[in-house]
Structure formats: structure tokens, C-alpha cells
């Protein structure tokens, strides 16, 4: 099974715009390993923000597979650019909002923004920006050969836009 | 107002800086972007696309299509390619796509694993120019 780290789509603008979520719980137990207790300290539980990365690129690359209707294999190529500048804690909640911005038949660039929730004070703070590079694999210079089924856009990924209102676009 | 030479080259040479995160120094004309500057394939379509922003104006759009730059889906034709190297025809249609590439030692050795370091910097500057009209 596919980890997924988004939790809700919350946003879509067709070719264009994609808006996520995702609630930190401490009940996921990589946040109990990130950082457990040790020598050094107590624990400090903090979303890794490689997964954060992850989620932005699960978020953007719906958002360009949604573009074909998720016939292309849509593959995360490259980031371009990635900063974050702060820890996101249990009980916060992450946005990712992403955008295309330049697409052809080989693949994608985008750009996204994160925003956390802190829900104490119930306001939204940017906390970092990703630009992201997706390849169309089929499409690939090389000329490699995939399988021919999507292997990419897995049920998790089309529960989540089920879920989200948003089934017909897989349809 | 058209661009210099030299105002083409600093462009691209931020292009290669940002895509590729090498210095500017390692950035000079003749540096081959795989053997060099360490392109890989995901590399080339981001150039691309950084290039069509670096060079978009308010009023001169400047959008690079799908194989223009470097051309693709040439290694799988039979009459292109035979035994791993371009055949006659396969280099008179890379010479026709790319007239922004100096072909003159990859004549001699047309192999096809040697295809992506037909690609310098300045030819990426050739190809900007001649684009933009120069």
C-alpha cells in the first residue's frame, strides 16, 4: 500500500491549482522514531519535512495527472528548490498549495507554497515554498518501455479524490 | 530591442546555474551540459522550460516546443539508427533539427551514446539566438 501524505483535497482549479491537506496526529508511529528520547533529551515528535516534500509532490502530481485525466504516468523527476522554515508538531495541520507552472507533453514544473495551521490560535503561517519537476514516464527521451496499467495513480490515490468530492476526475 | 551575445549568454548561463546547481564559472561556451555541467534526462526539460521563461517579454512570447531544442523518439527508427550509430539519413535529420549544434566531430563517431554531448553551452545560445531572430 501507497503511503499517502495528504489527507484532503481541498481546492481545484482545473489545470491550474491544487490545495491539500494534511492533519499531523501523534498517533503515526514514524513521528514516535522522529525524534524519539535519547541521551541527548526527551522525545520531540516533528513531521520530517522530506515527507512534507512528499506531500507536496503527491498533491502537485494529482494535480498534473488530473490534467490528462490520469492517463500519463506522472513521476517525480526533480526538486528544483525546497525550504522550510519551521517544525510542524502533532495536532498542527499542513496545506499544500500547488500550481503549474509550465506543462507539455514530457512533464510538468511546479510551484507550491505550505502553510500550517496552528490550531491554538486558529491562524495560517507560511512555512515554505517547493518547486517540483514531474516527467510524463512514456514520454521519456530515452525510450524506455513501462507497463502499460497506471501504476502511479494507485486506489489510494483515487480514494482521496473520491473522498474529496472530486471522483469524477478519475472516472 | 534585441539581446547581445553577451546578454544571451548571462541568461543562459543563469538557466544552467539554477537548473543544474553548478557555478557560474563552470558555465563557460564550450562546456558540454551531461560530460560538465552533469545534465541528466529530466535536466533537458527543465532547461527548457527555464529558458522559456528567461526569455518571455510582456510582448514577445518565447515558448520552445516539444523536440525543438533536443530532438526525441530518434533511437527507436530503424532507418536513423543501426547498430547503436546514426546511419546517413539519421545524421541529415539531427543536422536539420539542430542547426544550433556543431556536428563536425560527431560525424566521425556517430554513436548514439555520444548524442548528448553534442549539446554545449553555446550552442544553447546558438539556439536562443537564432529563435529570437538574431
Redesign the interface.
Known sequence: MRWMWIDQITTFEANRRMVAVKNVSLAEEHLHQHFAAGPDGPACPVMPMSLMIEGMAQTAGVLVGSVNRFREKVILAKVNDARIDREVIPGQTIRYDATIERMDAAGASTMGVIDVLDHRTGSWQRIGEISLMFSHIDANRSGLQFPEHNFVFSDNFRLILEQSGLGSLAD | MALTSDEIFKKVQGVLV??LGVDEGDVTPDAVLTTDLGAE??????IT?RL??AFTTPDRPFKIG?GEL?P??L??NPDLVKDGKFTDAGMALLKEKMPHVNFAAFDIDRRVESVSELFTVKSLCDFVARKLGH
Open positions: 539554477d537548473a534526462s529530466i535536466d533537458f526539460l527543465d522550460f522559456d521563461k516539444q533536443f526525441e523518439n533511437m527507436a
